[in-house]
Nanobody, 124 residues
Framework: QVQLVESGGGLVQAGGSLRVSCTAS????????MGWFRQAPGNEREVVAI????????YYKDSVKGRFTISRDNAKNTVYLQMNSLRPEDTAVYYC?????????????????WGQGTQVTVSS
């Protein structure tokens, strides 16, 4: 059974930093993209950042470029999202996901494995 478990969310003041982690079990995703998505109340789920299996390719939502960094450790089957200079509009439930297809993908429809989400709240 494949499981993705996020950790590291919490409450932080605007301008602060958080790092969220996601560890996969039940399957290795060393040949697939992994990503972070988020969903704020009343909004649709949106992609935040994606990383290829090697880490050589990344994608970031425009509003997080220069502030967030995605990375992965394939030996630990873990993906990270370092979030700096956080803003109140970054408040959301953050989900990690893994693609079921091999290779790099930015298509949300290719992400079939999802974690349960971790709440990130940024106060002003």
């Amino acid at each position: 059974q494949v499981q993705l478990v996020e950790s590291g969310g919490g409450l932080v003041q605007a301008g602060g930093s958080l790092r969220v982690s996601c560890t996969a079990s039940g399957r290795t995703f060393s040949r697939s993209s992994m990503g972070w998505f988020r969903q704020a109340p009343g909004n649709e789920r949106e992609v935040v950042a994606i990383i290829s299996w090697s880490g050589g390719l990344t994608y970031y939502k425009d509003s997080v470029k220069g502030r967030f960094t995605i990375s992965r450790d394939n030996a630990k089957n873990t993906v990270y999202l370092q979030m700096n200079s956080l803003r109140p509009e970054d408040t959301a439930v953050y989900y990690c996901a893994a693609a079921s297809v091999r290779g790099y993908s930015e298509m949300t429809s290719d992400y079939d494995y999802w974690g349960q989400g971790t709440q990130v709240t940024v106060s002003s």
